[in-house]
């Protein structure tokens, strides 16, 4: 059974630093791309971040130079490393699989799971 379990959320304060990790079971990570999305309260789910099969990564233009997204087929991880933390990046973190290698922008094509969510909250 495909699962994604995202960890490593929290409460920080403005301008600090959180490693987000997403734990895939139940399928290989070789050939798919993977990527991070969040929603805020009362706003869409957004895609933040997105790894092609090959290793390209591509970013939301709100996080570029901030947020760097890097994967581990071997060990099934996927991680998003978020910098200089702003309070507008507050919100549900999730992590979702693609069903086939590329990306769309910052965002896996054809999604195929979703992970449960992680809160991040920036805030002094």
């Known amino acids: 059974q495909l699962q994604l379990v995202e960890s490593g959320g929290g409460l920080v304060q403005p301008g600090g630093s959180l490693r987000l990790s997403c734990a895939a079971s139940g399928f290989t990570l070789d050939y798919t791309a993977i990527g991070w999305f969040r929603q805020a309260p009362g706003k869409e789910r957004e895609g933040v971040s997105c790894v092609s099969m090959r290793g390209s990564t591509n970013y939301e233009d709100s996080v570029k130079g901030r947020f760097t997204i890097s994967r581990d087929n071997a060990k099934k991880m996927v991680y998003l490393q978020m910098n200089s933390l702003k309070s507008e990046d507050t919100a549900v973190y999730y992590c979702?699989?693609?069903?086939?290698?590329?990306?769309?922008?910052?965002?896996?094509?054809?999604?195929?799971?979703w992970g449960q969510g992680t809160q991040v909250i920036v805030s002094s």
């Open positions: 979702a699989v693609g069903g086939n290698p590329y990306c769309s922008g910052a965002v896996p094509l054809n999604i195929r799971s």
